[in-house]
Nanobody
């Protein structure tokens, strides 16, 4: 399974961005799609996750109410709509996949290359 993330960029505080992750295929091994992020000097942390099957979602407390994860089962794409962005959201965002939703990097089977999101005025 290959994952390709895109959509990062520079945005002002309070602005919005939409990240996209294209999966080469969908199998039981990547039924749970995730967005992680890693800020400089910090550990990689979960942002949000969604199941291809059933659409169950998970959000980190820090992004609840601001970020929305969604999926397109036809195009094998997962999106992360990020609204009300804050400077502390600045990080490299990674698309990742596993068989079930995970809250840490342990157990993640597939990683995509990251896309940089910078929130700054």
């Amino acid at each position: 399974v290959q994952l390709q993330a895109s959509g990062g960029g520079l945005v002002q505080p309070g602005g919005s961005l939409r990240l996209s992750c294209a999966a080469s295929t969908r199998t039981f091994t990547n039924d749970a799609m995730h967005w992680f992020r890693q800020a400089p000097g910090q550990e990689r942390e979960i942002v949000a996750a969604i199941r291809w099957s059933g659409g169950i979602t998970y959000y980190a407390d820090s992004v609840k109410g601001r970020f929305t994860i969604s999926r397109d089962n036809v195009q094998n794409r997962v999106y992360l709509q990020m609204n009300s962005l804050k400077p502390e959201d600045t990080a490299v965002y990674y698309c990742a996949a596993s068989t079930v939703i995970l809250r840490t990097t342990s157990g993640i089977r597939y990683w995509g290359k990251g896309t940089l999101v910078t929130v700054s005025s």
